[in-house]
């Protein structure tokens, strides 16, 4: 089992930063990835950024530029740096880790980001 937490949400205005981080504990040595996902109201939940065990990270076209995903092994976290924020970021973002064997998908609660024009 895997537990994850997310903070640092908020309410921003357009063109502003925040930073999410999200702290995991548990069984953390079989997790294969870790990435955010957000949703929007109404919308599905959809891939913002992930980076792998070994380091390869992907993003969405939506945020590629803008945002950018790191991690601290030491700590357990992974955190997404957002920049240059638009109101259609506005969404909860959700935490997640992979696990590959066997195959399961954690989430976290999910924080809040709303992003005023």
């Known amino acids: 089992q895997v537990q994850l937490v997310e903070s640092g949400g908020g309410l921003v205005q357009a063109g502003g930063s925040l930073r999410l981080s999200c702290a995991s504990s548990?069984?953390?040595?079989?997790?294969?990835?870790m990435g955010w996902y957000r949703q929007a109201p109404e919308k599905q939940r959809e891939f913002v950024a992930r980076?792998?065990?070994?380091?390869?990270?992907n993003y969405a076209d939506s945020v590629r530029g803008r945002f950018t995903i790191s991690r601290d092994n030491a700590k357990n976290t992974v955190s997404l740096q957002m920049n240059s924020l638009k109101p259609e970021d506005t969404a909860v973002y959700y935490c997640?880790?992979?696990?590959?064997?066997?195959?399961?998908?954690?989430w976290g609660q999910g924080t809040q980001v709303t992003v005023s024009s």
């Open positions: 548990g069984s953390i040595s079989s997790i294969n990835a």
């Open positions: 997640n880790a992979l696990q590959l064997r066997p195959f399961y998908d954690y």
């Open positions: 980076i792998t065990s070994d380091g390869r990270i």
